[in-house]
């Protein structure tokens, strides 16, 4: 009889405790600085919206860091229910098929409303497996645009930004005319300068439709068009239009300091960009090729989107599935697109933030945007998928790098660079068939 | 004369901690990587295939493994060689110091202090080529620095930053050494008419033999094995392949690439060679030291 009284009290305690005390779902990302405080502040606006669950993010670092703390912390069953990741580990995410729980699927477990066509679909389309499912929810994105200083165009008697890689040609010649050292830079390389490329000009980057149609994927980037620009390149290199800095965006350094008067960059490198210009810059579409295209495609997308781990209880999810939908919500969405740069990922944020007037108040924001949603994506358009992408894009900058450095031929270099990264697919799809 | 303990439990009970902290922290994951280079398993640890030697065939297949070797040998006989030369150059000059003394030493002991990747980092921004200072002050001078391109002048940045943090570490030990050499047999020389430059070549430097030794195995392991952080922090292996050591291929393989079978594979390899260079150093270089 006590015994029996104490249980109940035992067991009304501890019901009581669990309707108190929220579930709590973890989440590791990869946003430092102002990024980072943003997403503290999403994940309080969450938590204070509702007392059932609670989001708790935790920075691990930049993307790699973030990608392997998640990976070694699944090996020891430590895993947080969701992690950002970025597009270049998407395909190592999509063929751990043990590890994660599809988003498309956890929605329709949990029973939330979700419907995938108010997405971009340039944007899920990165993320989603052949039948158009979501496997990952989108949550940062950006697209390479081109920023130029209008100051210098300027001074150099150029009324407008190049639209083509041409007008970029006989543009940057004016510019070194009038005393400017360089004409434009690069941030990411590859990114830019070859996946980009290949999409603007609706070419492919490899086989089996960029790798989405299966691990059995090949690279294709040591085509005319690719080795023709990157031959270019080589040449602007050594003419001074174009000035190498290096893999990441370094390069920014050279367009504060008005070293070189365009930069190609993300969307998102906007905010950084606004901070530390000292001059009037404007931003404008990534260039094409004349007569290699008629109409340019819609640039691809690269940033990070969340996924979800398995290996969590059902509370848990139910609590993930509720807190990405509070992340697609318009307001959300668009709050966080005009703080960040990134790209908006539903059809409602962006109209939310034009209606706003945001895009006026803060011209050449929109650029990224009007230029990834521009016509359907095609195969080569829709994004890129490869195992060991981080591998490959390491092989494409030392490609790049012996071109620049006059040491080897365009042809030549990509077509080294295709046939060991090939060797990298063939390894990866080893090791997920 | 030997020591004789009265039991046999109380000089192993002795060595336990060392002996513990050797097994966890060498032995278990040297024996982990050992076998972890003959499998192809994906990052997640969901699979796992035995393939035996595929993983050193596809790397001794690879004329770019052999070119990371030759680098690496460049960038650690560089390091050592030039952290050693100048560690003992300032050794000699702060021995001499008479006042001041202490302040001298602690700052030449203070970059120890920092931690690898800082040091990648002040070093990137001192050479950043449109901004660091030390590339403007070389552009000035006519040398055109860019290390986003030029191999060569990538491979000194990694060198100097490297080298930098090793400076302390050599120079606390040289001056330790040189401390220790008696001042009778040096104040005899000077009787004798020796010049300082002799003085030094013919009594303080062999003197010194146990301390050099000493230090060219601690500085070229360190070379090999603790520099990923300072390469990635500066030039992430580039440009072209020219700053990619082995261990930096190891830690970008295994770390950012997640291929563990094949990391795994390049550090087995790695340890053979610093054990290979080890039992070299002490065979061959060991006879030429005078220890007393």
Known sequence: ??????????????????????????????????????????????????????????????????????????????????????????????????????VYKLMKDSGQAFDESAYLSAVTGYYSNTDGEMLSMPFNSSTPVLYYNKDLFKKAGISQAPKTWQEVESVSKKLLASGVSCGFTTAWQSWVQLENLSARHNVPFATLENGFAGLGTEFKFNGPLQVAHIEKMGEWQKSGIFSYSGRTNDGAAKFYSQECAMFTESSAG???????????????????????????????????????????????????????SYLSKAS???????????????????????????????????????????GTPTANTKGLRFGNFVQVRGIIDEALESVWSGKVDAQTALNTAVERGNAQLRRFEKANK | MTVTFPQ??????????????????????????????????????????????????????????????????????SVAIVGMSL???????????????????????????????????????????????????????????????????????????????????????????????????????????????KRFWTIVFPLLSPTTFFLLVVNLVYAFFETFGVIDATTKGGPGQSTTTLVYKVFDDGFVGLDLGGSAAQSVVLMAIVGLMTVIQFRFIERKVQYS
Do not use: C
């Open chain 1, 332 to 374: 959300v969405q668009a709050d966080w697109h005009q703080f960040s740069g990134y790209l908006p990922i539903t059809k409602a944020a962006y109209d939310l933030t034009k209606e706003q007037g945001f895009y006026k108040a803060n011209p050449g924001t929109e650029t990224g945007v009007k230029q990834m949603t521009t």
């Open chain 2, 8 to 77: 046999k439990g109380l000089p192993w009970l002795l060595l336990l901690p060392q002996l513990l902290v050797t097994a966890i922290f060498f032995l278990w994951p040297a024996e982990q990587a050992l076998e972890q280079a003959f499998y192809q398993e994906d990052a997640f640890g969901l699979s796992r295939e035995f393939i035996g030697l595929e993983n050193f065939i596809d790397l001794f297949t690879d004329p770019l493994y052999y070119q990371s070797m030759l680098t690496t040998l460049v960038f650690s006989f």
């Open chain 2, 87 to 197: 560690a003992l150059f300032l050794a000699v000059m702060a021995d001499r110091v008479i006042r001041g003394k202490l302040a001298y030493q602690t700052l030449l002991i203070w970059p120890y202090a920092v931690a690898p990747v800082l040091a990648g980092v002040l070093w990137w921004i001192l050479f950043d080529p449109s901004m660091g200072p030390i590339a403007l002050w070389l552009k000035s001078a006519g040398v055109d620095w860019n290390h986003y391109l030029d191999g060569n002048q990538a491979m000194i940045l990694v060198v100097i930053a490297s080298t930098w943090k090793q400076i302390s570490y050599n120079f606390l030990f040289f001056l330790a050494g040189l401390q220790a050499v008696p001042r009778s047999l040096i104040e005899a020389a000077a009787i004798d008419g020796a010049s300082p430059f």
């Open chain 1, 1 to 102: 009889m006590h015994n029996l009284k104490l249980a109940s009290v035992v067991v009304g305690l501890s019901m009581a405790s669990s309707a108190f005390a929220a579930t709590q779902v973890e989440w590791w990302h990869a946003m430092g600085g102002a990024n980072g405080e943003k997403v503290n502040e999403i994940a309080k606006a969450f938590n204070d919206s509702q007392s059932d669950y609670e989001v708790k993010p935790v920075y691990k670092g930049n993307y790699t860091e973030t990608m392997t703390s998640a990976i070694a912390a699944f090996r020891a069953k430590q895993q947080p229910a969701i992690v950002q990741v970025f597009e270049v580990g998407t395909a190592s995410m999509m063929a751990a098929e043990g590890a994660i729980y599809p």
């Open chain 1, 270 to 324: 906007y905010a950084g960009i606004k901070r530390n210009a000292t001059f009037d810059f404007g931003v404008s579409e990534l260039p094409y090729w004349e007569g290699k295209v008629k109409q340019p495609s819609n640039t691809i997308i690269g940033g990070a989107s969340l996924w979800v781990l398995q290996g969590h209880s059902k509370e848990e999810y139910k609590g993930v599935a509720s807190f990405l």
